[in-house]
């Protein structure tokens, strides 16, 4: 059996093609900086995945590589998570060939983004750099470049989703005028998938999309029209990228980061090379779908709450520590600490109502949150708006809401959370069914005076929010 090295597992496209690749018969060997992040896709036989921890910016970690790799896939970005993204997708390219030239791998697998103009964004040109350094590795390397992906829980889709669902009227920047050429999820994932291991693709690159090629203005009245919403655009000359970058983090769920790398790759025209794409269509036999056909399908997902991953789940957005392990257990020395207890009416019925907090479903003491949110939102923070993946399960290192799932365990009654919002220490929240109660507790550990001094600024509202908390989700 081959063995299929994947490397970002844990983000949009990463999460998505474990059970692809397992489907080929293929035996996926994940990295994961953090394993205990990592959750097994239902469905997929133990004899067909393994799972090894690896961060490609330390060098002593690419040791776990096994050598019996027959292929690779390369889908690792960094730009949401600093600001300095360019050299760490650089230093991660490098360890990467330098490890996986040690294997006995035979192809390897780069989603790029589209490059055909002469001038690049930030964004786009860090992606390059990391083409050039993958090809001048000893394996042959293939390059798929695609533009915005139609997909639930796909960064630019969601963008696109939140801007038409919020606002009924939008005045927006110039580059709404600029061309694109979209593809769906599926077809990323198709072309992915039987490119592998194709030796008229090797050493060559390829761009990837569907016929269409539309301005971002009319992506959105296209989701527009899917939705059977109304909705007028009027578009500014004066709007600069900064302000442009500010205008999608205060509307939609992205972080600044993430909106400042993709308007810079917004004011660029990215449009397929209509000789490559024909190329590597005959190559793989995939035929693209539609835009139209593509949001179809996506909603219905959606609407399905068969959302398999989200580009949120993917980074930590306030810590520069990609671990959590160390978080895992919540700490008792040197910390504040609000301890509450109820007894539950009924244990499962009680477990429901703790492993669906958050996102659309809310939290108890709702107001108050949706106040810690705008203010968190104010410094930077991601607030309220990224909601949770699915409506009622969680798993290790999903994004819930400004909180982090740390660990998730419904047999066991458990859940712990960590604190991603801006704050002047780190804090957890826990809860755990224990002898007919639960119990939640919610620790904070301050980092110097401000730090002490925020948590007594915001006690008086711990008995507001907690005490009406616990007894809500025990007995409601």
């Known amino acids: 059996m081959k063995k299929i090295l994947l490397t970002g597992a844990t983000g949009y496209i990463g999460k998505r093609m474990i059970s692809v690749i397992a489907e080929q018969g ?113 394996v042959p390397v293939t390059v798929l470049r695609a533009g915005i992906i139609i997909g639930s829980g796909s960064a630019s889709f969601e963008i696109v989703r939140d801007l038409v669902e919020k606002l009924p009227v939008m005045v927006t920047p110039k580059w709404l005028n600029t061309k694109c050429q979209p593809i769906g999820i599926a077809n990323v994932l198709d072309f992915l998938i039987f490119t592998l291991f194709k030796t008229d693709a090797y050493d060559q690159s390829f761009d990837i999309g569907c016929d269409d090629v539309l301005t971002y203005k009319q992506i959105l009245m296209g989701y527009a029209k899917e939705r059977g919403l109304k909705r007028r655009i009027y578009t500014l000359p004066v709007m600069t990228p900064k302000l442009s970058s500010y205008w999608l983090y205060f509307i939609t769920t992205t972080s600044y980061n993430l909106a400042s790398s993709l308007v810079g790759s917004m004011k660029i025209e990215v449009v397929c090379n209509k000789e490559s794409l024909d190329q590597i269509k005959k190559i793989t036999g995939v035929h693209p779908f539609s835009y139209e056909q593509a949001l179809h399908r996506t909603m219905a997902k959606i ?74 939102v104010l410094v930077g923070g991601p607030g309220l708006r990224r909601g949770r993946t699915h409506p009622t399960q969680l798993h290790e290192g999903d994004a819930l809401d400004f909180w982090r799932v740390l660990y998730a365990n419904r047999e066991e009654g458990k859940l712990i959370l960590f604190a991603e ?49 616990v007894k809500k989700l025990a007995t409601e």
């Open 421 to 469: 919002m801006k704050l002047p220490g780190e804090a957890w929240l826990m809860f755990k069914l224990y002898k007919g109660k639960l119990w939640q507790k919610a620790v904070f550990r301050p980092k110097g005076l401000w730090g002490r001094l925020y948590w007594f600024s915001v006690l008086p509202f711990h008995g507001i929010i907690f005490k009406g908390m």
């Open 303 to 376: 609407q399905a709450n068969e959302i398999r991953s989200s580009w949120k789940d993917s980074f930590i957005s306030s810590r520069n520590d990609s671990s959590l392990k160390e978080f895992i257990e919540v700490p008792h020395f040197g910390c504040f600490k609000d301890i509450r207890s109820y007894k539950y009416d009924d244990r499962e019925r009680c477990l429901n109502r703790v492993f669906g907090l958050g996102g659309k479903n809310g939290w108890y003491g709702q107001s108050l949150w949706k106040v810690r949110g705008f203010l968190d």
């Open 26 to 138: 293929y035996k996926v060997v994940c990295c994961s900086r953090d394993v205990s992040r990592f959750s097994k896709p239902a469905g997929i036989k133990d004899d067909l995945i393994e799972v090894i921890e690896v961060d490609f910016l330390k060098k002593e970690t690419l040791k776990n590589i096994p050598d019996d790799i027959s292929g690779g896939y390369y889908l690792m970005h960094s730009m949401s998570a600093s600001d300095d993204y360019e050299e760490s997708e650089k230093i991660c390219a490098e360890n990467f060939v330098s490890a996986i030239e040690k294997t006995n791998c035979e192809h390897i697998i780069y989603l790029s983004g589209l490059v055909n103009g002469k001038e690049l964004s930030k964004h786009l040109n860090s992606r390059f750099q990391v083409e050039n350094i993958l090809k001048n590795s000893k």
